[in-house]
């Protein structure tokens, strides 16, 4: 933690590093000694300190200065820092003015010209005000601060990205929070939210997700051009693959557009993942992932989407969202599945600002006493649903089948049914979502459609259907009707046979129509939507790699 500061202010130079002398031979071991010669340039450095989330402890002040007063200093000050000790350094001339300044700017003390001895007329003084200012003292979040309104859509977004990428932040609100206010104040009053403050004392306004990734430090560039194995994904498959690729020896590479995890890493709680017996959260298993992948000397590249494959002779190139291209000898794609959007009026509309997709479990504290609706009947429901019934009054699920048995696991459908604030609404769907800026009630279809009953909601939360990333491809690849790729047998059963004429053989179990391109997870057609087979998937689609690169 930076340590709290000691303002000293004059416009007289000479007394000035006297103060300053002083005060540093006793506190300047515990306290860094900022020192100004006029209230702009110590205003100025106040925000600087603000900016960057470090303390202020005590000002020293001068009162009679040209521009501005230590009065009229302190006055501005104390928006900055209201919690900082305010002293006034005033001639006998003065001392009615410094009265009147403990009523008006609350000065905690006033002390005249000359101060010498220091060690009775300056230290016992500043010593009582700093340790009442220790024993009152709470250290700020030293992290990223993030500023932006709840129900924007944008702050969201950075809200879920930094989460899922584990990086520690703390969220302010503008509407709710002086912090927020000070900052932005700080930083001129003019920031366009939402904003990321970072301990350096910079600041980005409305950043896109590869900006937040390049300036928190994590890889959105390669460092070579070519690689064993390219995997586009990292959720549960393609991070095993990435695991078993590089610890057999392969230089492997993996593109991840939003955050590792996948879909799987918004999962709350995995209860049924062989050797937890005690179940782990979706986000503790990708970091555990990424963790384990980077020890075997994966790279791994955030907030980098793929936008085009090609085939140059053996090697496979893909083009990156920034322009960049990645060659490979032999590519994965793991990229998963996103929930369908719920066809519903006002969804669209409302998507970000009570509205959301998958568990965005960086909402958890501002559903606090509040009433949540879930759409969705599988595990990612049910999971999504445990999570939030411990920070929402009320949790309810939207199910338009008659009960949960046939598309939920039986150990979530007994938790929830222990769960007093949860319920399960069946055969109900979401009509239309209502609300200005933000959503405040549901009309929900009851019985198949046949009534309609208007509840008031502040946050849901979809988990429907399930749509491939895979549109990238155009046709390079062969897939099924819905865009999901065929893989092994069924690869060549739309006649994509003359790829595979010159290597004599068929595809291999997880190859796709196009040879050296592989597929694993919840993108390839007949999966089976569990982490434990996705994990097989891409361990198993390594062997195939090897195979593959012996037979070229």
């Known amino acids: 933690m930076a340590r709290p500061v000691i303002l000293t202010l004059d416009d007289d130079v000479n007394v000035l590093r ?20 006029s209230g702009d340039a110590a205003l100025q450095m106040l925000r600087e300190f603000k900016k960057r989330g470090d303390p202020s402890a005590l000002f020293l002040v001068d009162q009679r200065m040209p521009g501005m007063t230590g009065v009229e200093f302190l006055e501005r000050a104390v928006d900055l820092y209201p919690e900082a000790k305010r002293v006034l350094l005033t001639a006998y001339a003065d001392t009615d003015a410094a009265i009147k300044a403990i009523n008006d700017v609350q000065i905690d003390y006033y002390l005249l010209k000359p101060w010498d001895p220091p060690e009775e007329k300056l230290y016992p003084v500043l010593t009582d005000l700093l340790d009442d200012w220790r024993s009152a003292y709470r250290p700020p979040f030293e992290g990223i601060r993030l500023v932006g ?48 403050f970072f301990p350096d004392g910079s600041a980005l306004e409305k950043p896109e997700n590869r900006e937040i990734a390049q300036r928190v430090g994590l890889q959105t560039t390669a460092d070579r051009p070519f690689y064993d194995l390219v995997v586009v994904g990292a959720g549960p498959a393609g991070l095993a693959a990435a695991v078993y690729g590089a610890s057999e020896g392969l230089r492997t590479i993996v593109v991840e557009k939003q955050a590792p995890g996948g879909q799987a890493g918004m999962s709350s709680r995995i209860e049924n993942y062989l050797g937890f017996p005690k179940g782990l959260s979706g986000g503790e298993l990708a970091r555990r992932a990424v963790s384990q992948a980077r020890r075997f000397g994966v790279e791994i590249l955030t907030a980098q989407e793929v936008v085009g494959l090609k085939a140059d002779g053996p090697g496979r190139t893909l083009t990156l969202g920034d322009g960049a291209e990645l060659s ?37 504290e501002s559903v606090r006493g509040k009433h949540v609706y879930i759409v969705g009947g599988a595990n990612s429901a049910g999971q999504a649903a445990m999570y939030f019934s411990r920070f929402a009054d009320t949790v309810t699920m939207l199910v338009r089948r008659e009960s949960l048995s046939t598309t939920m696991s039986q150990y979530l459908i007994d938790q929830i049914a222990a769960t007093d604030n949860i319920r399960v609404w069946t055969k109900a769907s979401v009509h239309e979502a209502v609300g200005s800026e933000r959503l405040e009630k549901l009309l929900i279809a009851c019985d198949g459609g046949q009534t309609i009953e208007t509840v008031e909601a502040k946050a849901l939360f979809i988990f429907i259907g399930a749509i491939p990333h895979t549109d990238w491809l155009g046709d390079t690849v062969a897939r099924d009707p819905h865009g999901f ?21 068929n595809p291999f179990l997880l190859e796709t129509s196009l040879p050296g391109v592989f597929v694993a997870g919840d993108v390839r057609h007949g999966s089976v939507k569990r982490v434990a087979s996705a994990v097989g998937e891409g361990s198993m689609a390594v062997m195939y790699v090897h195979r593959y690169l012996s037979s070229i």
């Open 328 to 364: 490979c000898r032999a590519l994965l794609i793991a990229t998963g599945v996103s929930y369908r959007q719920l066809q519903a009026e006002g969804i669209e509309k409302l998507t970000g600002a009570g509205v959301y997709y998958g568990a965005a479990m960086s909402e958890g």
């Open 18 to 37: 006297a103060v300053e002398r002083d005060v540093r031979n006793e506190y300047g071991s515990e306290f860094r000694i900022a020192r100004a010669d």
């Open 485 to 505: 790729i065929l893989s092994g047998p069924e690869a060549l059963m739309n006649g994509a046979t003359a790829p595979f004429a010159p290597l004599a053989r």
């Open 149 to 196: 309104n709840q129900w924007a859509p944008a702050c969201h977004r950075i809200k879920d990205f930094l989460a899922r990428n584990n990086i520690p932040y703390l969220w302010l609100d503008p509407e709710l929070s002086e912090e927020a206010r000070r900052l932005i104040e700080a930083s001129g009053g003019k920031m366009e939210l939402p904003c990321l």
